[in-house]
């Protein structure tokens, strides 16, 4: 791969991943024990039934925010670890180079677009 391009996938996934943990800070705590691992702050709104209801429906919805960004988090984390080790941009299923255009849009493809279309195609 063209060592400019790389480059540049590289600052986007920098700043996705600084963008991932921004989201994340604002309300979690990091989990300094587990590599990637957040947790989320149970929040305190007040004593009454509604504001004991509305703390656990907003802590749900937390939960649920925050596993998803800790997955987006691991993939890019994982696209970094294999930019640096030279194995970025490498197609898990054929092992062939994935597309560059599809890298550019979507740097944490771990998939060719054709490797892709057969699997939607098997669903
Ligand atoms: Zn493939």
Do not use: W
Request: aromatic fraction near 4%.
């Amino acid at each position: 791969m063209d060592s400019k391009i790389l480059t540049q996938i590289k600052e986007n996934l920098l700043a996705e991943k600084a963008r991932l943990e921004d989201e994340l800070n604002r309300f979690t705590i990091k989990d300094e024990t587990v590599a990637d691992n957040y947790k989320s702050e149970f929040p305190k709104y007040g004593d009454s039934e509604d504001e004991n209801a509305a703390e656990v429906a907003d802590y749900t919805d937390n939960l649920s925010i925050e596993h998803a960004l800790e997955k987006q988090l691991k993939d890019v984390n994982k696209a970094l670890a294999n930019v640096e080790s030279g194995s970025y941009g490498i197609c898990k299923h054929c092992g062939q180079p994935i597309e560059e255009q599809r890298l550019l849009a979507r740097p944490v493809s771990s998939s060719c677009v054709a490797c892709k279309k057969a699997l939607k195609g098997e669903q």
